[in-house]
């Protein structure tokens, strides 16, 4: 299965990044992509640099979006998986994966479970904690385990994930460096990166494809500088093996899922086998002090 | 801090891998080292390549054992991280790590949790799965995360040494290809192994000290050729920065830990803040089916 994972910029205003994109899912479907994955609100910049409710504004078209994604996954026949930010109501709103069938139905939604809050990084203000759990999306290429940035530095997730029977993990992502960190400090949070969700993929025998943004956005409060974000979108294979990795470029990232690999992986390095589920329980636990 | 891991052969006989590695600890502490890692079950030959019941005598020395390395802490006035084979009682046996205080004291002990038992590694043979839990041990140089070989496959071992107030995170282990394998299987094996590892760092915000034997072991019932245990031993600190890292050859691997750095990397990246707790249940089955 042929899968292609769209590492875009923002263009400076939604339609341009918009036509942008689906331009890109066109070129991936004709190049016989059937899977594609969209970075994390990749309608719009990444807006939580700041905190400012003027950015709610950009959840009103929630279920136009929704409308408008069934039909470019309708036109390119592909599984299309995309990140917005969804309005429930007002004052409540969620960091949503909508996935899209084939033929344009919604196969499935996944709400961001794990909020950061971090200096750039203000999400709590934007998006309430996910309570749909961590459910895999099933679609007529799989179920698919999608979750969603800040999520991939959790094993607990990528590991419910797997005991609900996910076929593959996929993070839509938005991550990046500021220019004033060192160069060796930004060497090893991108390591980190890619380490962590490597691990993933090994720990539970499944591929993993991690889809992130590119370009240097500016903070709209200007209290920092803005968010070089850095690309290095990626798909490894269900042993933690990088079959596809990308720069810090716009592209699109191709890569070939052999679904029986997790098989022949699992079967030799039979880890769910002998999990300590007995010895476990502390795990829902804050801190055991 | 300065720590030493003691990556061996084993020489033949107990006799002179003991003495070997006896040797090894006298010029880890002459250079400055304050805690030792030995390899998993550092006294004798990797004897779980086959199952054969004359290998239980080999845990006849258990309280002798624990006296003998006793004394080696006390002499060397380190804290020794030991890997034993536990004799409980006839026909209960444990794959065991004995921690030592530099006066000699024992400061606890961590029986192997998760057993594994695929083609030369015959574990679930020898080894009652650990009933001691994923309980740190407190020394004088902190509490130690001691897991063995197996658990560094589980995410959720490390995860609960954290919960539990772990300073860092070690293992013993006994780990290596087949010759039949290729190069490439070799290659994302010793990958998939040091990235698991390292991703427990990144996880919970800890140093991680792994190690390993090295040389060649025939299988004892000429069932298979035997193991080449790949050492590259390691030290990373808690963003998963590799600090050393031995090749595959028997060598002491040093290392310094700053243990200031686990509250920085921490306050930084407050993974532990953010983890749904109110979501996790589930990671205490065998599986959602």
């Not at 749909?132 to 094993?155: A, H, M, N, R």
């Amino acid at each position: 299965m042929k899968v292609a994972l769209i590492q875009n910029k923002h263009f400076g205003n939604k339609k341009k990044s918009v036509k942008n994109t689906v331009c890109d899912i066109r070129t991936a479907s004709v190049q016989g992509a059937e899977l594609i994955i969209l970075q994390e609100l990749h309608q719009s910049e990444y807006f939580c640099q700041s905190e400012d409710p003027k950015f709610f504004l950009y959840a009103e078209s929630w279920e136009e979006d929704i409308r408008y994604w069934s039909k470019i996954a309708k036109e390119n026949s592909v599984v299309l998986v995309t990140s917005l930010f969804e309005k429930r109501t007002a004052g409540l709103y969620h960091n949503t994966a909508v996935v899209f069938e084939k033929d344009g139905t919604v196969a499935g939604k996944y709400r961001k479970m794990h909020i950061p809050d971090d200096p750039g990084f203000y999400e709590k203000f934007y998006f309430t904690p996910g309570d749909l759990g961590f459910e895999p999306i099933q679609t007529s290429l799989g179920k698919l385990g999608v979750l969603i940035c800040w999520d991939q530095w959790y094993p607990e997730a990528a590991r419910l994930m797997t005991l609900k029977g996910a076929d593959m993990l996929i993070y839509p992502t938005a991550i990046g460096w500021f220019d004033e960190d060192s160069k060796k400090e930004k060497k090893r949070q991108l390591e980190s990166w890619i380490t962590i969700q490597r691990s993933h993929a090994i720990a539970n025998g499944l591929p993993v494809l991690s889809c992130n943004r590119v370009g240097f956005e500016k903070d709209a409060s200007a209290v920092m500088d803005g968010i070089h974000f850095w690309g290095n979108s990626f798909v490894c294979d269900s042993q933690g093996e990088m079959l596809a990795q990308a720069g810090e470029e716009k592209s699109i990232l191709y890569a070939e899922i052999d679904k029986q690999r997790v098989k022949e992986v699992r079967d030799m390095w039979p880890f769910l086998r002998d999990r300590r589920i007995d010895a476990y329980a502390d795990l829902e636990k804050r801190y055991c002090d």
